[in-house]
């Protein structure tokens, strides 16, 4: 009688790589090799239930609102803060008209001064601003393009959001809209747009660096918000069965 390895060369080829990876100890696929092997290991611990919620994404201003770079961050804020201070107390024409004849100032007053020390010492160090004029900031299409395009996607997105608040495709989300305009006729009895221009500033400058000292605090309680504002929100819509969102089809 045949020896049944022989009668299938399907079972004979399938037995003996099955009985050499147990032989050679290389872990089949879906299985475990050894004690130490890494697929036998427990699988990490989500990150989402273990890690912090963040509340500033990484930016081209972050390094800016975090002061990694101190002296830039100072002129930055420096010049911004008194630009707004300017405009409450000026008009914006007048801001702006100050600024130009500033800027003028300097580059006239520049100018004058290499061409007098070219005149009385006969060199030939040519314009003072020869360097910025030649450089080339025409805009290409291409460039203009981009930007036309990723600012009309954000156009898009925001008109498609006030367009779902405002015709209340979720009612709640229209609610939560109206409660914030409501305490926002209270904010704009008080405070004008310059003063509020300029508190968001200084909140700007001044909360990313407490929020880097202080993250897992702030996260902590941030979190335990969260829950407890989605909870609230969801004993509403259960009592409300008319505020419950739509399930998406």
């Known amino acids: 009688m045949a020896d049944p390895a022989t009668q299938s060369p399907f079972v004979s080829s399938s037995s003996s790589s099955s009985s050499s990876s147990f032989s050679?100890?290389?872990?089949?696929?879906?299985?475990?090799?050894?004690?130490?092997?890494?697929?036998?290991?427990?699988?990490?611990?989500s990150?989402?239930?273990?890690?912090?919620?963040?509340?500033?994404?990484?930016?081209?201003?972050?390094?800016?609102?975090?002061?990694?770079?101190?002296?830039?961050?100072?002129?930055?804020?420096?010049?911004?803060?008194?630009?707004?201070?300017?405009?409450?107390?000026?008009?914006?024409?007048?801001?702006?008209?100050?600024?130009?004849?500033?800027?003028?100032?300097?580059?006239?007053s520049l100018r004058v001064y290499k061409a007098v020390i070219?005149?009385?010492?006969?060199?030939?160090?040519?314009?003072?601003?020869?360097?910025?004029?030649?450089?080339?900031?025409?805009l290409s299409p291409e460039t203009f393009q981009a930007h036309a395009a990723a600012v009309a996607l954000h156009l898009n997105q925001a008109l498609r959001f006030l367009l779902r608040l405002f015709l209340v495709e979720d009612l709640v989300d229209s609610l939560k809209l109206a409660l914030a305009m409501w305490?926002?006729?209270?904010?704009?009895?008080?405070?004008?747009g310059i003063t509020l221009l300029i508190l968001a500033e200084l909140l700007a400058f001044t909360l990313p660096p407490?929020?880097?000292?202080?993250?897992?605090q702030i996260n902590h309680y941030v979190g335990i918000a969260r829950r407890q504002t989605k909870d609230i929100v969801a004993k509403i819509q259960a009592k409300l069965p008319g505020l419950a969102k739509k399930k998406p089809e």
Request: some cysteine.
């Open 118 to 138: 070219q005149a009385v010492q006969k060199s030939e160090e040519g314009h003072p601003f020869r360097a910025y004029l030649e450089q080339d900031v025409t």
């Open 47 to 108: 990150s989402s239930s273990s890690q912090p919620v963040s509340l500033f994404a990484a930016s081209p201003a972050h390094d800016l609102l975090f002061w990694r770079d101190v002296r830039k961050t100072g002129v930055v804020f420096g010049i911004s803060f008194i630009l707004l201070l300017s405009l409450a107390t000026l008009s914006a024409v007048s801001v702006v008209a100050h600024l130009a004849l500033a800027l003028l100032s300097v580059t006239i």
């Open 24 to 45: 050679s100890g290389q872990p089949q696929v879906g299985g475990c090799g050894g004690a130490g092997s890494a697929s036998c290991a427990d699988p990490p611990a």
């Open 210 to 216: 407490l929020y880097e000292k202080y993250k897992v």
């Open 183 to 192: 305490l926002l006729t209270y904010v704009g009895a008080v405070f004008n």
